[in-house]
Structure formats: structure tokens, C-alpha cells
T-cell receptor
Framework: GENVEQHPSTLSVQEGDSAVIKCTYS??????FPWYKQELGKGPQLIID?????GEKKDQRIAVTLNKTAKHFSLHITETQPEDSAVYFC?????????????FGAGTRLAVHP | ETGVTQSPTHLIKTRGQQVTLRCSSQ?????VSWYQQALGQGPQFIFQ???????GRGNFPPRFSGLQFPNYSSELNVNALELDDSALYLC???????????FGQGTRLTVV
């Protein structure tokens, strides 16, 4: 079935360190992989995404890598800041007859300590 | 801010009642998806509407239904509420399949 596994479930880092979150998806037909940041009491906010024809994408301190063969994708945050503290979700979009269904991981709670 | 707005923000209902949640999509977006997010979990896909038609559905029973209007705003209706329906309900708008989906702030539904 369609499934996205996300690790770790919690991550604690010191300000300025890097943070890495890893996801694995099951549906090999997935071709779109967004990452969302969710702060307490808010909806998920799209922070970066990658498509299957690209191996890596970077936006300032955030980068995402994709390994289609292994069905792995990862989020890398460098020079972490306290405001990066939130729950991060990875998602995969399996081909489902043309509609935009996202399968989410269970989330990673990131805590950045000053 | 994403431009996707949901109402109400919080709601308390009694088991067996019916509820309607509303979503106004981002300007220029013709596709609306609804998700259910239980506490401590990732969002689960309920269904998607494209140009007023349901074009995809997740593993939710028929008592979860929806509508999309000509201005692309949308409603989620849940009948015969159960305690397990307590969750954050999220609406996301986009311009079609495999495009960026932007979420609203959600409606927190509590069933007692």
C-alpha cells in the first residue's frame, strides 16, 4: 500500500548545528515530494519541494535530496535557529488518476536550543 | 500567509450530530483537498475537489462528504459524528495534480 515512513520522530539540536530528517516512500510511481513545517496551532506550511526528475534542491539554509532508486528523500537544515523549532512533515504524491493526494509521514518534532 | 482560510477555527459537537466546515481557496486555485489530522499524527487525505467534482477519495466512510462551489470554495460535511472524528481538519488548495498545495490554519473539531 501507500506509505511514508519518517525518522526520527524527535530531534533536538543546538543552535547553529545541522538537522537531518529522512523519509522513505513505498509507491514507486510517486513523483512529487513536498516538505511542510507546522507550528503549534497552525496549518502546515510548505517550505520546499522536489520532483522526481531532480536529485537535489536548495533554498538558503534548507535543502532536500531524493534517491528514487532507494525511494528515500531527506530534508537538511543548516545553521539551525530557535525559530526552526516546529514539527516537520514529509509527503509523497503517488500517481492516483490525476489528483493531488499527499501521503504524509508521521512527523518529526525539531527542537533547537539556544 | 497562504491565502487559504477556514472557518470556524474551533468547534465542539456532540456524538451523532452533523457538522459543516468551510474553506476558501487561494486566488487562482481550482483544486481543494481536505485532510484529517489526529493529534500527534500526519494529515490523512479525505478527498479532493476539482472544478466542483470529487475526483479522488481516501479511506474515509461515506458520512464524510463535500462540495465545491463555482468560486472554488469548499465545504466538508460529516454526519453521525463519532468520538474518533475529533481532529484538526485541514483544507489545502492547489492548481491541480502534483502542484504545490497550500494549507489553511485548520478547524479543530472536538466531539463529546
Amino acid at each position: 500500500g501507500e506509505n511514508v515512513e519518517q525518522h526520527p520522530s524527535t530531534l533536538s539540536v543546538q543552535e547553529g548545528d545541522s538537522a537531518v530528517i529522512k523519509c522513505t516512500y513505498s509507491d514507486s510511481a510517486s513523483n512529487y515530494f513536498p516538505w511542510y513545517k507546522q507550528e503549534l496551532g497552525k496549518g502546515p506550511q510548505l517550505i520546499i519541494d522536489i520532483r522526481s526528475n531532480v536529485g537535489e534542491k536548495k533554498d538558503q539554509r534548507i535543502a532536500v535530496t531524493l534517491n528514487k532508486t532507494a525511494k528515500h528523500f531527506s530534508l537538511h537544515i543548516t545553521e539551525t535557529q530557535p525559530e526552526d523549532s516546529a514539527v516537520y512533515f514529509c509527503a509523497a504524491s503517488p500517481f492516483s488518476g490525476g489528483y493531488n493526494k499527499l501521503i504524509f509521514g508521521a512527523g518529526t518534532r525539531l527542537a533547537v536550543h539556544p | 500567509e497562504t491565502g487559504v482560510t477556514q472557518s470556524p477555527t474551533h468547534l465542539i459537537k456532540t456524538r451523532g450530530q452533523q457538522v459543516t466546515l468551510r474553506c476558501s481557496s487561494q486566488s487562482g486555485h481550482n483544486t481543494v483537498s481536505w485532510y484529517q489530522q489526529a493529534l500527534g499524527q500526519g494529515p490523512q487525505f479525505i478527498f479532493q475537489y476539482y472544478r466542483e467534482e470529487e475526483n479522488g477519495r481516501g479511506n474515509f466512510p461515506p458520512r464524510f462528504s463535500g462540495l465545491q462551489f463555482p468560486n472554488y470554495s469548499s465545504e466538508l460535511n460529516v454526519n453521525a459524528l463519532e468520538l474518533d472524528d475529533s481532529a484538526l481538519y485541514l483544507c489545502a488548495s492547489s492548481t491541480g495534480a502534483n502542484t504545490e498545495a497550500f494549507f489553511g490554519q485548520g478547524t479543530r473539531l472536538t466531539v463529546v
